[in-house]
């Protein structure tokens, strides 16, 4: 888009889903994405193709950095930042079933990156998503996705009840070509 129109500038915008939805009810954001299953009723949406998994971020020291994946009990009595929104929804209640009552949850976090200090420091593991984490090899921190996978939708939504500019057309007519 900002070849064939130059003069189109983009402004991004980090916050959790409830963050989006309230900037996108009065006109702040042209457009969301958002991470997981939600009500989308008062939204144009777009479903992404790729999912996002869950898994834990460590250090790349840590005795479980060495397993291919996390299993419930792996995660038993070690100290676990979840995310916020996910705690509230309970998604992880059928998830580690019956070691729920060994889990350790010393925090929450409603943007990843802050959490992710608290691993770099050695203070706790944090169960996120693989992609919004930087674990290259330069990273002291590592991914490793839950088993059984546990992955969430990535959806671009808008509001139903603001227009959208003429470049916010253009970008949507795009993006729905590109996915078709």
Known sequence: LQQ?????????????????????????????????????????????????????????????AQQKFIAPNDLAGLPLMVSEQALQRDLFQDWWRNVANQITITGTYNLIFNATLMVTNGGSYVLGFANLVNTDTESPLTFRPLKPELTEPITVVWSKEQPLSPVAQVFLKRLEANLG
């Open 4 to 64: 064939d129109y130059p003069a189109v500038t983009v402004h991004l915008h980090s916050g959790d889903a409830a963050a989006i939805e309230a900037q996108l009810a009065d006109g702040r954001l042209d457009f969301g994405v958002i991470m997981g299953r939600r009500q989308l009723k008062q939204y144009g949406a777009l479903k992404l193709p790729e999912v996002d998994r869950w898994g834990i971020i460590m250090p790349k020291t840590a005795p479980l």
